[in-house]
C-alpha cells in the first residue's frame, strides 16, 4: 500500500463553482467568488478586512511592505519557516533576525525574541508551525513594550484559534495560505489580514494588491476610472481559484473534525513509545486550539530518526522531515549564521518526523501507518 503525505479533500461543490464562475464570465481578480471567499473570511472569523491574494508568499510581501520597512531594519522570526517568510523581509531590504524555537512545539521562544531585540528592530513575525498558536499574548507584549508591528505567518494556521481568537486576526496583520499541501486549498491562493482599524492603511493595501492602481473604487463604481497611484503588483487571484477556495472553506469544519480523527490516533499510537523515551510528541497546550496541520514526533537522534524515515518510505507510507532552518542554509551562512547559533533548531530539524495527514484518509490506510508503527519503532 502507497500513502501519500497529503491528498485533496473534495466535496462535489468545488466543480459546480467552477462551472458557474465560467458561465459568470469573469474569471479574473476580484470576481464573484473572491467577494464571497473574502466575506466569508471576515465574518467566520472576525478580520477587519480581508484581501485574496494569489499566495500566502504574496501576502507575507504585502505585509512587509505595508508596516515601511526600511534598509538596515531588523525583523525577529524564526528559523524554522519555508523561505518566504524571510523573503518578504529582504525584498524590502530590511534584515531577518532568527530565534529560536520551543522544543515542544516548534514555535519561536518569546524569550529568545526579547534578547534578540535592538534599536534597529521593527516587527516579529511569529509563524504558527503545524496549525498550532504561539504564545501570543506574551509576544503581543513585547510588542509594545517595544512599539514593534507584528505580522502572524498564520499559513498553515486557518481555522486554528488562540485563546478563542481565530490565528491571523490576533496582531497587526495576518497571513494565510491556501496552497495544494494545506489544510483548505485551491492549488495556489493566500490572504491578507487586515486587522487595524486605520482606513488610510486598507486603503493602501488595497492599492498596493491592484498594481498600484485604485482599481477596487473603479470595481466598486465609486469612480469612471482608475489611475496609478501608488506602487504594486498584481496580487489578485484568479476568481476560478476562489470558486474552488469558496467549496472548501465552506467545509472547513468537516475537513477539520476528520484530520483531527486521524490525529487522535496518532497521538494513542505513539504515546507508549514517549513513555519509553524514545521520541516526544508534539504539544499543544490548553489555550490553543489547532487545525491539525501536522502530526510530528522528534526522535532523540538524527540517526533513528533516519533509519525510521527510511523504513516508512520503503513501505510506501510516505513519512517526511520538514524545514531545513534558514539560518544554517547557504542564504543564512551568506548572512553570517552559524549552525550552532540555534542549536534547539538544529536539533528539531535533524530529528523530526512528520506521518501523512489529511482528510481523506481511509481506515485501511490509517491502519496500515498504525502497523508499521508498531513494526518500526516498536522495534527500536
Known amino acids: 500500500m502507497n500513502i501519500p503525505s497529503n491528498k485533496p479533500y473534495w466535496t462535489e461543490k468545488e466543480k459546480r463553482n467552477i462551472l458557474d464562475a465560467l458561465e459568470r464570465g469573469k474569471i479574473s481578480g476580484d470576481g464573484y467568488y473572491t467577494e464571497r471567499v473574502a466575506a ?34 531588523e525583523v525577529i522570526m524564526p528559523s524554522f519557516t519555508f523561505a518566504s517568510t524571510a523573503n518578504a523581509v529582504l525584498l524590502n531590504g530590511a534584515k531577518p533576525v532568527f530565534v529560536e524555537v520551543k522544543q515542544e512545539s516548534l514555535n519561536v521562544d518569546s524569550i529568545d525574541i526579547e534578547r534578540k531585540i535592538t534599536e534597529k528592530t521593527k516587527a516579529i513575525i511569529p509563524v504558527h508551525y503545524a496549525g498550532v498558536a504561539c504564545d501570543m499574548d506574551r509576544i503581543m507584549a513585547i510588542a509594545l513594550n517595544h512599539n514593534l508591528k507584528v505580522i502572524e505567518d498564520a499559513a498553515q494556521g486557518v481555522n486554528a484559534k488562540y485563546r478563542g481568537k481565530y490565528l491571523g486576526t490576533i496582531a497587526d496583520f495576518g497571513c494565510y495560505s491556501f496552497h495544494g499541501t494545506k489544510n483548505y486549498i485551491c492549488g495556489e491562493g493566500g490572504a491578507l ?11 493602501k493595501a488595497e492599492v498596493m494588491r491592484q498594481k498600484g492602481t485604485d482599481r477596487w473604487l473603479f470595481s466598486r463604481g465609486d469612480v469612471n476610472k482608475y489611475n496609478w497611484i501608488d506602487t504594486g503588483s498584481s496580487y489578485s487571484p484568479s476568481d ?20 483531527k480523527a486521524v490525529y ?10 514517549e513513555r519509553r ?33 527510511k ?16 539560518h544554517s ?3 543564512g551562512k551568506k548572512m553570517g549564521y552559524k549552525p550552532c547559533d540555534l542549536p534547539v533548531t538544529e536539533k528539531a530539524a535533524k530529528c523530526l518526523l512528520r506521518l501523512p495527514i489529511y482528510s481523506g484518509m481511509t481506515e485501511s490506510e490509517l491502519h496500515y501507518v ?11
Open 277 to 309: 523515551g524514545i521520541l516526544k510528541i508534539m504539544k499543544i497546550p490548553q489555550e490553543c486550539d489547532p487545525n491539525y496541520h501536522i502530526f510530528w514526533v522528534i526522535f532523540n537522534t538524527q540517526e533513528i530518526r533516519d533509519f525510521v524515515l
Open 193 to 203: 489580514l487586515v486587522n487595524q482599524e486605520n482606513t488610510q492603511i486598507i486603503e
Open 370 to 380: 498504525i502497523q508499521n508503527v508498531e513494526t518500526i519503532i516498536g522495534a527500536l
Open 40 to 73: 466569508l473570511l471576515e465574518d467566520n472569523f472576525g478580520a477587519r478586512k480581508v484581501l485574496m491574494t494569489t499566495s500566502g508568499t504574496h501576502a507575507l510581501e504585502m505585509a512587509a511592505m505595508l508596516i515601511g520597512l526600511e534598509p538596515e531594519d
Open 311 to 326: 523504513e516508512f518510505n520503503r513501505k510506501g507510507v510516505a513519512a517526511s522531515f520538514h524545514y531545513l532552518p534558514l
Open 329 to 331: 542554509s547557504p542564504m
Open 240 to 259: 476560478l481559484l476562489m470558486a474552488v477556495l469558496l467549496a472548501q472553506l465552506e467545509n472547513m469544519q468537516e475537513i477539520t473534525e476528520k484530520r
Open 264 to 273: 487522535k490516533v496518532y497521538r494513542n499510537a505513539f504515546e507508549p513509545y
